[in-house]
């Protein structure tokens, strides 16, 4: 687990997107994850530009993020929608 993110702010998370703060298994809150972690390692790449092992590990995570949003958009359209608007993604 990385340092950046602490067990409060994973916490804070899940409750945020996923209703509660152990619902760590919905799709919502696990996209809402995996784009804090993807804003924090493009800021750690912007400083470190030659940390090739982070690059890869950033473009396995847009991808899983990728395939669970494509999930989600097969399974609740509407959830799809305000996830994006509210993530602030696909501008």
């Given at each position: ?7 409060e ?19 919502q ?18 400083r ?29 359209i ?7 608007e ?6």
């Open positions: 687990m990385a340092v950046y993110l602490s067990p702010k994973r916490k804070e998370i899940y409750t945020e997107y996923g209703g509660s703060e152990t619902n760590s298994g919905s799709v809150s696990q996209v809402a994850l995996f784009s804090f972690r993807i804003k924090e390692l493009s800021e750690h790449l912007k470190n530009r030659k940390d090739f092992s982070c690059q890869r590990a950033l473009i396995k995570m847009v991808g899983r993020r990728k395939r669970l949003l494509n999930y989600l958009a097969k399974k609740d509407n959830a799809y929608r305000s996830l994006i509210k993530l602030g993604l696909r501008k």
